[in-house]
């Protein structure tokens, strides 16, 4: 990678699949706890990819938006993996998954890549994903019990 700006934008796509993901899995769910709780997450990463993006373009670079061709195929992959039959247990799985591959990535090209400024910009963002992780995983607990 050329430039933290490129490395921003690669984090960014990955806000903007992650977004494309959660509201794959949210139309595949009733109204209920576990939607509402999906929502308010898809709302953290919405406000993660504006803050990005904001930082990028304030800083004389070129937000790149949207999930590109590979978030387009994984937002695919996910419609047809549903086809109307979403079980909650899966989808959280796959929520999960999705989260922890991708902060695993943000993380390592941030240390790799950017500057301490840079990273100082990012960490609330991956602290709100570890949260995430966290919230998926007690919710998955909490539907192993009412098994």
Not at 35 to 60: F, V
Not at 94 to 116: H, I, N, P, T
């Amino acid at each position: 990678m050329n430039n933290s700006f490129e490395v921003l934008n690669k984090i960014l796509k990955g806000e903007h699949m992650a977004i494309r993901q959660y509201q794959a899995y949210i139309g595949e769910l009733t109204d209920g706890p576990l939607r509402n709780h999906l929502t308010g997450i898809l709302t953290d990463h919405k406000e993660h990819a504006t803050r990005i993006s904001y930082y990028i373009q304030t800083n004389g670079g070129q937000a790149q938006e949207g999930a590109g061709f590979v978030g387009v195929l994984a937002d695919w992959k996910t419609r047809l993996t549903n086809l109307g039959k979403a079980e909650p247990m899966k989808i959280l799985e796959r929520l999960y998954d999705g989260e922890d591959k991708g902060l695993a990535r943000a993380v390592q090209y941030s240390e790799q890549y950017l500057s301490s400024a840079e990273k100082e910009v990012l960490e609330p963002i991956f602290s709100d994903e570890h949260d995430h992780l966290k919230q998926l995983q007690s919710l998955r607990g909490g539907l192993y019990s009412n098994i």
